[in-house]
């Protein structure tokens, strides 16, 4: 996550952990590196969705 808001993995743990204020350019990273990921995370579901239903239907057939 922190590299994909190009952010270091130091200051992420910090913002994580309450120990840092989080300035509003890297809530906007950390919010579009978010949104990234959910893109990501769905398409990954829609291509298993898809290769779960051709493996069905070519076990039926």
Do not use: P, Y
Request: hydrophobic fraction near 40%; proline fraction near 0%; include cysteine.
């Amino acid at each position: 996550m922190a590299t994909g808001a190009g952010i270091s993995k130091q200051l992420l743990s910090f913002i994580a952990a309450g120990e840092r204020n989080v300035t509003e350019d890297v809530d906007r990273r950390i919010a579009e590196a978010l949104l990234r990921e959910a893109d990501r995370q769905r398409s990954a579901a829609g291509r298993l969705t898809n290769s779960r239903a051709t493996c069905s239907r070519n076990q039926m057939g």
